[in-house]
């Protein structure tokens, strides 16, 4: 008579069972006293990317700088700043036959802010082109000097 082979396979993996437990595996914290470190060079940038990131954020910039002359010209206009500078240049002029002196005829929030515009126009130009020139001088001195050296290491979590 042949044994049957599944009760001997179950048999004989009972057995092996047995003899091999398998152990937990260990698990050890990680040693917080030693950080994984990589030392990096930046040997080049790339002049495009460094272009349109320089001509976004020097747009970023003028947009702000429009938005701040704004709230500044219109704080003093609140204040009665420029009402104050009239009354003062008024009296010191004593000119009340021509009428009374009035600042906002000749620096108005429209001329301030077109003027803001023109600086902030001329600013972007320069932002961006004076950024990509220094990426390209980055560059030549990185390929003669090798680069600028960056240590990275992991957070301490």
């Known amino acids: 008579m042949r044994p049957d082979p599944v009760a001997t396979r179950e048999a004989i993996a009972a057995r092996y069972r047995e003899r091999v437990r398998p152990t937990p595996p260990r698990v050890e914290p ?6 994984r470190r990589a030392r990096l060079r ?12 320089a001509f ?6 003028g ?13 003093l206009e609140a204040a009665g700043v420029y009402d104050s500078i009239s ?3 008024t009296d010191v002029l004593g000119s009340a036959s021509e009428g009374p002196f009035v ?11 077109g003027f803001t515009a023109l600086i902030c126009v001329v600013d972007v130009i320069l932002i961006t082109a004076i950024a990509t020139l220094c990426a390209f001088l980055y560059n030549l001195s990185a390929s003669l000097l090798g ?7 992991e957070d301490d979590y």
Request: net charge positive.
């Open 30 to 35: 990680p040693d917080r006293s030693r950080v």
């Open 42 to 53: 930046a040997v080049r940038v790339d002049p495009w990317s460094v272009m349109k990131t």
């Open 56 to 61: 976004l954020l020097s747009i970023a910039f």
């Open 63 to 75: 947009i702000v700088t429009v938005v701040a002359v704004t709230v500044v010209w219109k704080v």
């Open 87 to 89: 009354r003062t240049v």
């Open 103 to 113: 600042l906002e005829d000749y620096i108005g929030l429209d001329r301030v802010l």
């Open 147 to 153: 680069g600028l050296e960056i240590t990275l290491a």
